[in-house]
């Protein structure tokens, strides 16, 4: 069992690790050739929603990068409408998600959640156009964008591509030990049972996991093609995939802040309901026998084959470089040397953190420098000032609060 176990882990690394580099490459040339202001030069006047929609569908921007974005349109003087347009398709998609998705769960069903993303941003930000009242005024303080490394365009995309695999390395090996243990564990019925419950029982069931919960759009999909593959409706799978990445306990949050809570009643009524009624309709009009298709093959390509060796090597890394960022904090908290603490503003995602604290770490006079992204803040040994230090972490980027 355990081997079959094994075998399973390595499938879903073949199927998954060519598309996830493929799409993370893709994103990381996007960021570099797209100006940084393009985004905001086009998400204010006339016909702001539909720009808002069109432009976050295929923005390869991660989950945990969609809310600093998305509030920075509205402090930048984006409509309400616009940037809850924004919220709420961005998180659905990206070039990632996108071709993962269609690698193991077939391209109809991947178009259709492109789709899906969009039309639910649509209605999300006319229902906040219509019912979400005056503008919320700012008071969420600064959101700094994502800061990349110099170096060239080449160096800073592959620095972006790495940023966005890193802050979601934990829920892709999650992703895939979970799909692994579904597939050798459960038999082919064992899930069968979901069809007792009905369409809708089902989708309740998965929007009671998937909303409170964070679930990433591209690292979940090998999840959700297990279950499918056990018997699940696709439709049930489609809501995970849109209601999960596009709402989470802190997600909620932040919209409260920044919107209030009408227009985070509007977000959620347009998620729920957006999401349960598109998943009925895709199983309306698509076979359910198409999920499966593309998942656990036989892809032992030379190319797959390398690009799972390098998703794993990935892994690795970023464990380990999290395990010494987890060291070191414990050793500068139980040290008696003096620590200069600097709050930190503009980190989005671990890839942010990581950057930043290999930064401090090789500057010099610097021997032991800790980075947390909850809260957002950098702890320094060393024998440089504060301003010393705050002076690196404004030049990687980001902005140091004293």
Same mark, same amino acid.
């Given at each position: ?6 075998g ?7 199927e ?14 996007v ?15 006339r ?9 976050g ?11 600093p974005?998305?509030?920075? +349109? ?6 309400? &409408? !616009?940037?809850?347009? @924004? $919220?709420?398709?961005?998180?659905? /998609? *990206? ?7 269609a690698?193991f ?7 259709f ?11 999300g ?22 800061a ?5 365009r ?15 390395w934990?829920? +892709?090996?999650?992703?895939v030990?979970?799909? &692994? !243990?579904?597939?050798? @564990? $459960?038999?082919?019925?064992?899930? /069968? *049972? ?16 998937s ?13 959700a093609?297990?279950?499918?593959a ?22 909620m ?8 809570a ?16 598109l ?5 309306? $009009? ?10 656990h ?7 797959a084959?390398?690009?799972?060796w ?8 970023y ?12 050793r500068m908290?139980?040290s ?5 603490v ?12 990581s ?10 006079g ?12 950098a702890?320094?040994?060393?024998? $440089? ?18």
């Amino acid at each position: 069992m355990i081997d079959l176990f094994i075998g399973n882990v390595w499938s879903v690394m073949l199927e998954l690790a060519p598309w996830l580099l493929l799409g993370a490459a893709v994103s990381g040339l996007v960021h570099v050739f797209l100006p940084d202001d393009f985004v905001k030069r086009h998400l204010t006047g006339r016909g702001s929603i539909a720009k808002a929609v069109a432009l976050g569908v295929p923005l390869p921007l991660c989950s945990c990068g969609v809310i600093p974005a998305g509030l920075g +349109l509205k402090k930048d003087g984006a409509s309400d &409408a !616009a940037s809850v347009g @924004f $919220l709420i398709s961005t998180p659905q /998609t *990206g070039v990632d998600s996108v071709l993962v998705s269609a690698a193991f769960l077939g391209w109809p069903f991947a178009v259709f959640k492109v789709l899906a993303a969009g039309v639910t941003g649509m209605v999300g930000g006319w229902l906040t156009e219509q019912l979400g009242g005056p503008r919320q005024p700012w008071d969420g303080g600064d959101t700094h964008a994502d800061a990349t490394e110099g170096g060239g365009r080449l160096s800073a995309g592959i620095a972006h591509a790495e940023d966005l695999i890193q802050s979601i390395w934990g829920w +892709l090996a999650f992703g895939v030990l979970a799909s &692994a !243990a579904i597939t050798t @564990f $459960l038999p082919a019925e064992g899930l /069968t *049972g979901w069809s007792a419950w009905g369409a809708i029982g089902t989708m309740v069931a998965v929007l009671l996991v998937s909303l409170p919960l964070y679930v990433c759009a591209t690292a979940s999909v090998p999840i959700a093609a297990s279950l499918v593959a056990g018997g699940m409706p696709t439709g049930a799978a489609l809501v995970f995939l849109m209601a999960g990445p596009a709402s989470n306990i802190a997600t909620m949050g932040a919209i409260k802040r920044a919107f209030g809570a009408r227009i985070l009643a509007i977000y959620l009524v347009t998620i729920v309901a957006g999401s349960v009624g598109l998943g009925m309709l895709f199983d309306a $009009l698509f076979s359910t026998t198409i999920s499966a298709a593309h998942h656990h093959g036989d892809h032992a390509t030379w190319w797959a084959t390398g690009s799972a060796w390098l998703l794993v090597a990935l892994l690795v890394r970023y464990a380990l470089a999290d395990l010494r960022r987890t060291l070191n904090a414990r050793r500068m908290a139980s040290s008696a040397e003096a620590q200069v603490v600097l709050r930190v503003e503009g980190m989005t995602c671990g890839g942010c953190v990581s950057r930043l604290e290999r930064t401090l770490q090789g500057a010099e006079g610097i021997t032991l420098a800790s980075v947390s992204l909850e809260p957002g803040q950098a702890t320094v040994q060393g024998s $440089l000032s504060a301003s010393e230090v705050a002076q690196i972490i404004d030049e990687t980027g980001f902005k140091a609060v004293r």
